[in-house]
């Protein structure tokens, strides 16, 4: 199916992609890649009356570490962050993510900020910013907000950027010397959405001594969900099997997937499990650590 017609505004700044949203107001909307916007338009699922195209605004395909963070542009592509030499020497969960989101297509044009503003249930950037604590850079008539990702997620499709705003970037805070993550996903096939997926990021001290942890799950409920219970029976121990199995059956408790073609409710749920339960393993392995007793 076509689109409905649209008008097509193409902006070189930031100010003037914020003057045709405040403009246009509810009928604008941002197209970044496109690669969920445009399907949506083509299906009707969405009508905007104007799209406000922030691809040719050069300073914001920025992928940079600066202020203790990795600081990702609203116009940095998923293939850029794929092949970034920073991204896969430090931040292991994103790494992981990277290789996995849709496919190498789609991963030319889709953006990590455009993924986090769709916010579909089954995406897998929400999972990432979410166990990594990410927090996201709003711009508006009244200057920049900084969301952090459990505020910004607000349900399926909907997040905190409010009319007239536009995102400017995720900041994921720098993993000090004895962190490192997994991002664990199961899919029907190369390309596909989430099955069941789980992010993971850890800390150990000397001692290996869990001092920080983030835990989330996607395609388990209308946003990603960070694993609140898990995290907090985490901080505080020493890895072993049990308090790994533990945490992993909180991820269990809290999923709440639909039922459809990739899997029914009770499968889903069981996966969400058994993936965190895969990235704490993993995750301990990155930082030496074999697979606790
Ligand atoms: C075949 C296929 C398979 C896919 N598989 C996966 C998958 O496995 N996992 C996954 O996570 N995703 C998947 N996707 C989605 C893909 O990753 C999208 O690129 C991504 O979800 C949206 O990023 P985008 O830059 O294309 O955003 P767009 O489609 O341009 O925009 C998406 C939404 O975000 C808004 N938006 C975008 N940028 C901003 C901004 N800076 N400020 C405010 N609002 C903004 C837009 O207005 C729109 O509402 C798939 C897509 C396709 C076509």
Redesign the pocket.
């Known amino acids: 199916m076509f689109p409905a017609s649209f008008e097509y505004l193409s902006v070189t700044s930031v100010d003037e992609a914020l003057a045709a949203l405040l403009e246009h107001g509810a009928d604008a909307?941002?197209?970044?890649?496109?690669?969920?916007?445009?399907?949506?338009m083509r299906y009707r699922l969405?009508r905007?009356a104007v799209l406000?195209d922030?691809n040719r605004i050069a300073d914001?395909a920025y992928i940079r570490e600066g202020g203790g963070a990795l600081q990702i542009g609203?116009?940095a592509?998923?293939f850029a962050v794929e092949i970034e030499p920073a991204i896969n020497a430090r931040y292991a969960l994103i790494s992981d993510a990277a290789a996995?989101?849709?496919?190498p297509?789609?991963?030319q044009?889709?953006?990590?900020?455009?993924?986090?503003?769709?916010?579909?249930p089954?995406?897998?950037?929400?999972v990432v910013a979410l166990a990594a604590r990410a927090e996201l850079t709003?711009r508006g008539k009244t200057g920049n907000r900084v969301i952090p990702i459990d505020e910004f997620l607000v349900d399926s499709?909907t997040?905190a950027?409010a009319e007239g705003?536009?995102?400017?970037e995720v900041r994921f805070p720098t993993p000090g010397e004895r962190t490192s993550g997994s991002y664990q996903?199961i899919?029907r096939k190369v390309?596909?959405?989430?099955t069941a997926a789980a992010g993971v990021q850890l800390t150990l001290d000397a001692d290996g001594t869990i001092v920080a942890a983030g835990i989330a799950i996607?395609a388990a409920g209308p946003t990603a969900k960070r694993v609140a219970a898990g995290e907090a029976l985490l901080v505080g121990a020493r890895p072993s099997r049990a308090l790994l199995r533990a945490a992993a059956a909180e991820a269990r408790t809290i999923s709440d997937p639909i039922a459809d073609t990739r899997g029914d409710v009770e499968f889903k749920r069981e996966m969400a499990a058994v993936l965190v339960y895969r990235g704490l393993v993993a995750t301990l392995a990155r930082l030496g650590q074999g697979e606790p007793a």
């Open positions: 909307r941002i197209l970044a890649g496109g690669q969920s916007l445009i399907p949506a969405a905007p406000v922030i914001l609203a116009n592509r998923d996995v989101v849709a496919d297509i789609v991963r044009s889709g953006t990590v900020v455009g993924s986090l503003c769709h916010n579909d089954a995406g897998d950037w929400t709003v499709y997040t950027v705003e536009m995102a400017l996903k899919e390309g596909d959405f989430a996607g």
